[in-house]
């Protein structure tokens, strides 16, 4: 009886600790460290977090704001994704130098390659500050009223907070408004290049495979973080030298099997896990399909002229792969809604919610949330569509009309306040020389014609192409000589100036005002949704919504079957690149190298045991788009992959994770070893490393 009771909390807990979320590593002790702990982890609470002395989090980067990396040397080098570096790599490339095809690989610390703009931040530690910044709010104040005091407490508590002078310090609100925390961080500013693999590599399979698996991408590149003399942060300078870094992560030659436990920390982005089912529904049945739409019509332009020209493809691949992106997500994320019947599952969850209040007496307190949910989201629902798609056109996919909103904005600019002139004028004229660097007006035009229909029936003028100014850079900057009145009279004088401004002004002064006043109430009411649940449930898990802060997800190496008799092994091997192997093709070729290699089976110390080399391996780590570049850690603290994607009947993990179906994809640590010794001849950056056997 005994046993079985044990076998029954062993099971349940088993399970439980399936259900993803994204954790707050100083919050990890109890909970979090008994369910990692019991699918395998052999690390403490304060082996991943300790302000006190090194821990895991000391080798975890924000990297650029929007992906994460981790260090992987004492020397500072640093590992992430290739698409997280791309723009670097790019950046660096000409037809002489063609790093983006070629790849690129510094062979020692003079050749590696600085990059203005980036930059990589450090969590020195988290700080629970909920009673700090809700000081003073009273239940009878409006809700900007409250966000006004909210606003000043986190003021007030970044600027009196105990920190060294080249800290910085950041509050951010957790569980929709419900708690605070503070971060102090340290920003490093001197990244540079240290290796890359050709785009055959790093984006193998590039559209065709993102977002899905079977998958064989060897998505990483490397850089190294340098410091000054005292190991601060400084800007560029010849003299910095790499950054010693409190802790590095180790690397497993032994790989993963099946079950092992993994953990993937780094800095996931945005998630909404607790939408009430009227917004799920919304979001997809009418809001994804119309910004698919959009994508979809921009999408057949610009392919079709990438495939005519090798012009254009060299001028719209990271736009076009930008736009595919997400356009390929959402279907994927409405295709895991509809197959998981999130909709229906979300009701019964908030029948036993509804139960609950009765049973509690709160009903007469939260009873209203659900119905005003309904009734908001009503009223919500259509200029949250009209608001975004007008982005997808004029701010996304459409440059003639993304141009006339940043000229808007600068007639604005100058009409408020005409001394800003120079300001104004650089600023146009940095984004107009961004966007003509890499435009093709004919492209563009027929990007217009397939997406203005679906946002403004009745309003299409093709023929702005052939009066406008805009669509030339030389004729573009000259509209914006002279003073601020020449430059609005020749702005308003200007064909697709005229023809967009209307809906420019439209979109501020209507939509976008009718959509912020619709959304703050269902902000409130998320804010007080929170608070109910935590009260009518009080034993659910409940994790915090990425807000692009550091989190600690954990799970289990693990397949997965996306439909009926179909069923997905967990890793994947170099000979599945091989057979993906089409000669010539912009998505599928591969190395001559890469395949001699295979031939050869010159693998190394990277084969598996069964003689193979793993490429990437799937896991129930709940990740989101921010993940990318993040270190998938094993029991015992070391690296044995590199988050980079998740696969397509899981991408709705953003609103529903069902750990049926939500998988994260990460390539083998041992690929990219392979890559960069046997491929690249970079022994040197191997030597750098330290690779360990914890299996054996
Ligand atoms: N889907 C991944 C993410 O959201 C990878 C994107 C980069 N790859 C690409 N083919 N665009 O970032
Ligand atoms: N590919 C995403 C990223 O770049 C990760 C994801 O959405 O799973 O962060």
Request: glycine residues 6%; hydrophobic residues 35%; contains cysteine.
């Given at each position: 009886m005994?046993?079985?009771?044990?076998?029954?909390?062993?099971?349940?807990v088993q399970v439980s600790a399936q259900q993803g979320g994204m954790w707050i590593p100083s919050l990890l002790e109890g909970m979090n460290e008994d369910e990692m702990q019991s699918l395998g982890s052999k690390l403490s609470a304060k082996d991943i977090y300790d302000v006190n002395k090194s821990s895991l989090k000391d080798a975890i980067v924000h990297f650029n704001g929007g992906c994460t990396g981790e260090i992987i040397s004492d020397k500072g080098l640093l590992l992430t994704n290739h698409h997280c570096g791309f723009s670097q790599i790019q950046s660096h490339s000409s037809l002489e130098n063609d790093y983006l095809k070629d790849g690129f690989w510094a062979m020692n610390l003079d050749e590696e390659l600085p990059n203005e703009g980036l930059f990589v931040e450090f969590i020195v530690r988290i700080e629970d500050v909920t009673s700090q910044v809700l000081a003073g709010i009273t239940e009878t104040m409006t809700e900007k009223e409250k966000q006004s005091q909210i606003d000043k407490n986190s003021n007030t508590l970044q600027t009196e907070v105990k920190k060294e002078?080249?800290?910085?310090?950041?509050?951010?609100?957790?569980?929709?408004?419900?708690?605070?925390?503070?971060?102090?961080?340290e920003r490093y500013e001197d990244i540079r290049l240290v290796g890359a693999p050709p785009s055959s590599i790093g984006k193998f399979g590039?559209?065709?495979?993102?977002?899905?698996?079977?998958?064989?991408?060897?998505?990483?590149?490397?850089?190294?973080?340098?410091?000054?003399?005292?190991?601060?942060?400084?800007?560029?300078?010849?003299?910095?030298?790499?950054?010693?870094?409190?802790?590095?992560?180790?690397?497993?030659?032994?790989?993963?099997?099946?079950?092992?436990?993994?953990?993937?920390?780094?800095?996931?982005?945005?998630t909404d896990e607790y939408l009430p089912a009227v917004a799920i529904e919304h979001i997809t049945t009418e809001y994804n399909p119309s910004n698919i739409a959009i994508r979809e019509a921009a999408l057949k332009v610009i392919d079709a002229g990438m495939k005519a020209s090798d012009d254009v493809r060299i001028k719209y691949a990271s736009k076009q792969a930008r736009i595919a992106n997400a356009w390929k997500k959402w279907i994927g994320e409405n295709l895991g809604i509809k197959k998981s019947d999130a909709v229906a599952e979300r009701r019964a969850f908030e029948a036993s919610f509804t139960k609950a209040l009765k049973e509690k007496g709160l009903e007469s307190k939260y009873g209203h949330i659900l119905p005003e949910f309904d009734k908001l989201y009503k009223d919500f629902a259509s200029v949250n569509i009209k608001r975004r798609n007008f982005i997808e056109v004029f701010l996304v996919t459409n440059e003639l009309m993304q141009m006339t909103f940043r000229a808007y904005?600068?007639?604005?600019?100058?009409?408020?306040?005409?001394?800003?002139?120079?300001?104004?004028?650089?600023?146009?004229?940095n984004l107009l020389k961004g966007v003509h660097k890499d435009y093709d007006v004919n492209v563009d035009k027929g990007v217009f014609e397939a997406v203005m229909p679906l946002y403004k029936k009745n309003n299409i003028d093709p023929t702005i192409y052939d009066k406008t100014a805009f669509t030339n850079l030389d004729s573009a900057l000259k509209l914006f000589d002279g003073s601020a009145d020449d430059i609005i009279k020749n702005l308003n004088n200007d064909a697709a100036y005229a023809y967009a401004k209307p809906m420019i002004e439209e979109f501020f002064n209507t939509i976008?005002?009718?959509?912020?006043?619709?959304?703050?109430?269902?902000?409130?009411?998320?804010?007080?949704?929170?608070?109910?649940?935590?009260?009518?449930?009080?034993?659910?898990?409940?994790f915090p919504d990425a807000n692009s802060t550091l989190r600690v997800t954990y799970g289990q190496v693990r397949g997965y079957s996306p439909r009926d008799a179909v069923y997905y092994q967990p890793v994947s091997y170099l000979d599945g690149v091989i057979e993906k192997y089409v000669p010539g093709d912009y998505e599928f070729d591969v190395p001559q190298k890469l395949r001699d290699l295979y031939d050869a089976k010159d693998y190394g110390q990277y084969a598996d045991s069964n003689g193979k080399v793993p490429?990437?391996?799937?896991?129930?780590?709940?990740?989101?788009?921010?993940?990318?570049?993040?270190?998938?850690?094993?029991?015992?603290?070391?690296?044995?992959?590199?988050?980079?994607?998740?696969?397509?009947?899981?991408?709705?993990?953003?609103?529903?994770?069902?750990?049926?179906?939500?998988?994260?994809?990460?390539?083998?640590?041992?690929y990219v070893l392979f890559i960069v010794d046997k491929y690249a001849g970079a022994k040197h950056l191997i030597d750098e490393m330290k690779l360990v056997h914890p299996k054996k």
């Open positions: 005994k046993l079985l009771r044990i076998l029954i909390l062993f099971i349940t002078t080249w800290q910085d310090t950041k509050v951010k609100s957790f569980y929709k408004g419900n708690q605070y925390f503070l971060f102090v961080t590039s559209d065709t495979d993102n977002w899905v698996f079977p998958r064989h991408t060897g998505d990483f590149s490397m850089f190294r973080i340098y410091a000054d003399k005292n190991n601060r942060p400084a800007k560029y300078s010849k003299d910095n030298v790499p950054y010693k870094p409190k802790h590095f992560l180790p690397i497993s030659l032994d790989g993963v099997d099946e079950g092992d436990f993994t953990m993937v920390f780094g800095f996931p982005g945005r904005q600068v007639e604005q600019g100058l009409k408020q306040n005409p001394d800003n002139l120079e300001k104004n004028k650089t600023y146009i004229t976008n005002s009718e959509y912020q006043e619709k959304n703050e109430p269902i902000t409130a009411l998320q804010t007080e949704y929170m608070t109910a649940l935590m009260k009518a449930l009080p034993n659910a898990r409940y490429v990437c391996f799937l896991g129930t780590n709940h990740t989101t788009g921010g993940n990318s570049g993040s270190p998938a850690i094993d029991a015992h603290g070391n690296l044995v992959g590199l988050n980079f994607d998740r696969v397509w009947e899981g991408t709705m993990s953003d609103m529903n994770y069902d750990p049926e179906i939500c998988r994260n994809i990460m390539v083998d640590l041992r």
